[in-house]
């Protein structure tokens, strides 16, 4: 019961954050752009 209560709610959540499909594809977009930055900066500083 909970299970359905909690994706009910994590769904409703998204909607309202991401109203249409290019929204959430732009959002899609940002994190891979972040996450390639990231590696970006980290990496060097590893490989030193």
Same mark, same amino acid.
């Given at each position: 019961?909970? *299970?359905?209560?909690?994706?009910? +709610?994590? @769904? #409703?959540? $998204?909607?309202?954050i =991401?109203? /249409?499909? +290019?929204? +959430? =594809? #732009?959002?899609? *977009?940002? $994190? @891979? @752009? *972040?996450? /390639?930055a990231?590696?970006?900066?980290? $990496?060097?500083?590893? +490989?030193?």
């Amino acid at each position: 019961m909970q *299970l359905i209560f909690y994706r009910t +709610k994590a @769904g #409703n959540i $998204v909607k309202a954050i =991401f109203p /249409s499909p +290019k929204e +959430k =594809f #732009n959002a899609f *977009l940002a $994190v @891979g @752009g *972040l996450i /390639s930055a990231m590696t970006a900066a980290i $990496v060097p500083i590893f +490989k030193g």
